[in-house]
């Protein structure tokens, strides 16, 4: 009875907890944004406190505010010579200090400090994309309905994105493939950062990164800055979160998807260090192990597991700073057939075939920034990034014979050098130049079984070697005055495995009008390396005698023009709109005239084989992007984006066609609230909207599919059609909890709460004789709970 008492007591302290008022630190470090040089003598306030609560930054540019009320503020930072900011919707909990690092800009004129109220979520933090890019924060990752914690999801919010599919994380960009997109950590390019994924991919089920540990990031869509090279499509470009320098802090989370467990603080005996990490381990896993769910209860187990860590050293004038950073992670998937839970006329092209699936991905780096002048800074990273994929695909034979019928095996290893230099000339002249040198060695095996008739197995690939890929930049801003911003720059690298190379100019021009209206035009050249496997295809030309047709391939191309215009109002409204053509050329294609594109190649889960490809195809994209939202404020905000688009593609037969990405439009509209129950207890909600055009097919010639036995297309129709039109409704709510040192977070999140039955693809079934479709996941539900102390 004592025992139950004890425990109803500590619940009740725990979310009911006493009447004091629970308050916590804002403290942080304000820097010069192009030379990191802290700025001294800074005032940092929080402007809506009575009575105001400020200070000024101390010879390192540090910053403390002490007994700050939890919930919600707005930070504001001034400083002569220097454009002001102010950050809002800051979360103070009771559990965890804000700790921020925030760089200012400074004036053209020197004569007078101006305040300027940061525009939220749209300024990118990169200074030198001028459009088609946008920051976004931490508490954005989780707080859009349906982004389950995940940035390439969230991101389908944004105009001009769309989902490849509910179930993995692949994002279409202005119709381009989802192989266009470049992920960046900390400065360096990473392979696929997914569970579940395959080499040469930029998709899965589920995100390795953790929203935890990531800082604010970069997303950008279009005519990106010269420092981001083999990319046509957009970035992602990622930063990680330092850790509490001065107390530990730590973090459980149990959830649908996983258990996860994170720790911060200083390194024991270093002064000013701090690390941060988090692990989290696949809930379903853990279940299997305890042996509450056996692999015989389900056709397929996911199980998987990552980690996420950064370790900052103490920065010193004379050694500079060093940062050691890395992600990895393990999933692993076994797809077994069970007869017995088909239907009678269901179909599996798979039928009798088990899969047995391991994906593992890593990063591990080293970065050292050092200033060497007042006004140049160099930062040096060092990194070894690897990825590792396998299929092993056998059928049952009969009751004790199970006969190996297929077998991929690929690996990827890249040893990464990047060095960049920053140097402001004046006010007006900011330069960057770097180089980045990336090493691969690769290891591809592709193996099946033919059949009984021909009885063998047959080896498609099985190579190992090693290439690199070389990219250097320079880049230019110039500022005509705190209005008016020219970028500038070219890119260039060269591939040496097949001995090719591209040079990329860029330019891009802001022009901020009075009243808040800012006009933006970018340019230009973009280009990017094909999957690496497809340069090493082998083609058998005779019997054991293989030759590489794919070798030569060049860089596939991208013409960007971009035009934008964007209107802040009312403080918390903003509207914008762009409209952006893109010309693709040097697309590879087959060299006898068929349909096929690697402007097509993304849409599936694997790669297809194609030898004998030539750099002849082309495509173009073109459309308008629309945007309303209103920032969070007042306990509420919303978001609306539009997408009105075009994706066309010419493969080697000469006739232009729809690409498989071009679904012609995108809606989404997305909001949420949040109430104030007490001081202590915050209740939230969000809600999203999706409408978009049904992917592109091609579709199955029935008549000849029945004659054959299996699947015949129609190739004269190939992408004419679009699938049903999508949509999808997310929902969240959740519960904040702040109680004396422990912080508690609730969340439900529902993907799909209506459970709509959206078309995945059409697919031809020799037991029926007829075309059935297949549909995508219905509802996802995400649930956990967060502990912070």
Known sequence: MKKLSFIIAFIAYTFCGFSQD????????????????????????????????????????????????????????????????????IVVTSAKEVVLEIGIEELVSQLEEIVVTARQKKDPLNKMAAISARSFTVEETGRFAGALTDPARMATAYAGVIAA????????????????????LEDINIPNPNHFSSISTTGGGISILNNNNLSNSDFLTGAFPAEYGNALAGVFDLKLKRGNDEAYESMVQVGVTGLELGLEGPLPGIEKSAFIANYRLSTIGIINAMGIVDDKDLPAIPKFQDMTFKVDFPNSSRSGKFTLFGIGGISTIDLKFKPEELEQDEYLDVENQNHYTDCRTGVLGISHNIRISDN???????????????????????????????????????????????????????????ISLNHIKFNYLDSNYLGEIIDRYHVWHNLQGNS????????????????????????????????????????????????????????????????????????????GNFIHTNRNLDFTKSLHFVAGYDHNFLKEFRIKSEVYYQYLYDIPVESHSSLFSMANVGAEFTMPFADSLINKGTGENYGLELTFEKFFSKNYYFLVTSTLFQSKYTGSDGIKRNTVFNSNYTLTALGGIELNITKKTVFLTDTRITFAGGRRYIPVNLTESKIQGYE???????YKYRL???FRLDYKLGF??????????????????????????????????????????????????????
């Not at 720059?489 to 330019?507: C, M, N, T, V, W």
């Not at 609730?746 to 993907?751: E, G, K, L, Q, T």
Request: aromatic content about 12%.
């Open 468 to 543: 690199t890929l070389y990219e250097a930049y320079t880049q230019w801003q110039h500022k005509f005055n705190d209005k008016m911003v020219l970028n500038s720059g070219i890119h260039g690298q060269f591939f040496d495995y097949s001995s090719k190379y591209a040079i990329e100019p860029r330019l891009g021009f802001k022009w901020t009008l009075k009243d808040n209206h800012v006009l933006s035009i970018g340019t230009g050249l973009h280009s990017q390396v094909q999957p690496f496997v497809f340069y090493i295809y082998q083609t058998e030309i005779s019997p």
């Open 736 to 789: 904040r909890f702040n109680r004396a040192k422990v912080f508690h977070y609730v969340v439900v999140d529902i993907m799909n709460v209506l459970n709509t039955k959206n078309i995945f693809q059409k697919v031809y079934n020799p037991k029926t004789n007829d075309i059935y479709d297949v549909f995508q996941y219905g509802m996802i539900p995400n649930i956990f709970y967060r502990l912070e102390f």
């Open 376 to 434: 140049s800074r160099i930062k040096s990273t060092v990194a070894v990034t690897g990825s590792e994929s396998s299929v092993v695909s056998d059928t049952i034979m009969g009751p004790k014979e199970v006969r190996l019928i297929g077998m991929t095996k690929s690996s990827e290893v890249r040893y990464i050098l990047s060095v960049k230099m920053n140097n402001r000339l004046n006010s007006r002249n900011n330069f960057e130049s770097g």
């Open 712 to 718: 015949v297309l129609e190739n004269n129709h190939a």
């Open 165 to 184: 599919s509910d179930q993995r994380n692949d994002i279409i960009i202005r119709g381009n493939s989802p192989l266009g997109l470049l992920w960046k």
């Open 724 to 726: 049903n039109d999508y």
């Open 22 to 89: 629970l308050t916590q630190t804002i403290r942080g470090k304000i820097l010069d944004k192009q030379t990191q040089i802290p700025v001294i003598g800074a005032n940092v306030f929080l402007p809506a406190t009575n009575p105001v609560i400020g200070t000024i930054t101390d010879g390192e540019g540090n910053f403390k505010l002490e007994n700050i009320a939890v919930g919600r503020h707005t930070l504001q930072i001034s400083c002569v010579g220097y454009n002001g900011v102010t950050i809002p919707n």
